[in-house]
């Protein structure tokens, strides 16, 4: 296994799969996420990029720098990313994610990295919110993207992943999930990710073709170390019966 890499973010990590664990929001804004981004990365020997420097200015925290990692600034008229408005370390953070995922998809079965966002939310209810770029129907299984709402929201990103590998992750999630309370696991229904300003549509453009998710974990499952070492487990075997 590489060993970790220390950045002006925070630390990174090379590994073997076509995964890449990533943690925008691992300096605190998301309690416990870098620690189960870090020890997903490790147990899969998966790749890791995550920043634990850097909070969102509503959740600074002391000593951190400001910035938020999952909020890309896009130019609807250049149609491109404007990192000149982001600090240069975010900018070192997406270029060494772009390395990885190219590094990544010559591992890949699918011929595609993965680019795996861990985020944290409140719930009581969902277990993990999935987001790429979409949302499911609440009455049927028909999963929709941003143009299904542009007339009212001003969402244009694309969807990140073939809807049949998150129909499948989704059903190994819950699978493995059937023991936890929570135990449902939901498409977009809190963050779908579906605008270009969400870190995981640089994946679909920047003249990039990945695929990519966020994976929204429940406070409940980020409680305690011995649930941490439960949820990274549940997510690692979901992710190796999903794609590989």
């Not at 060993?3 to 002006?8: G, H, R, S, V």
């Not at 002391?62 to 250049?78: A, M, Q």
Request: aromatic share 10%; net charge positive; glycine share 6%.
């Amino acid at each position: 296994m590489e060993k970790i890499q220390k950045t002006a973010y925070g630390k990174k990590r090379k590994g073997r799969l076509p995964f890449v664990i990533i943690a925008p929001h691992g300096a605190g804004d998301d309690l416990k996420t870098g620690v189960i981004a870090s020890r997903l990365s490790r147990q899969m020997d998966a790749y890791l990029v995550l920043n634990n420097k850097f909070c969102k200015k509503s959740n600074t925290k002391k000593n951190k720098k400001i910035e938020d990692f999952n909020k890309l600034s896009w130019s609807y008229t250049k149609k491109k990313y404007l990192w000149g408005r982001k600090k240069k370390e975010m900018k070192t953070f997406f270029d060494d994610i772009s390395e990885y995922c190219d590094l990544a998809r010559q591992k890949s079965p699918f011929k595609k990295a993965l680019g795996i966002y861990i985020h944290g939310f409140v719930s009581d209810t969902i277990a993990i919110d999935l987001g790429v770029g979409a949302k499911k129907n609440i009455y049927t299984d028909f999963i929709y993207g941003a143009k299904a709402y542009n007339f009212i929201h001003k969402n244009n990103g694309k969807i990140t992943m073939r809807i049949s590998l998150l129909k499948k992750l989704k059903k190994n999630l819950s699978k493995n999930m059937v023991k936890e309370n929570p135990s449902k696991i939901s498409i977009g229904k809190h963050y779908s990710g579906w605008s270009k300003t969400s870190a995981i549509q640089f994946h679909k453009h920047e003249q990039r073709d990945d695929y990519a998710v966020q994976m929204e974990i429940s406070h409940l499952l980020r409680k305690n170390n011995k649930q941490i070492d439960n949820t990274v487990e549940i997510i690692k075997k979901s992710l190796t019966e999903s794609f590989l």
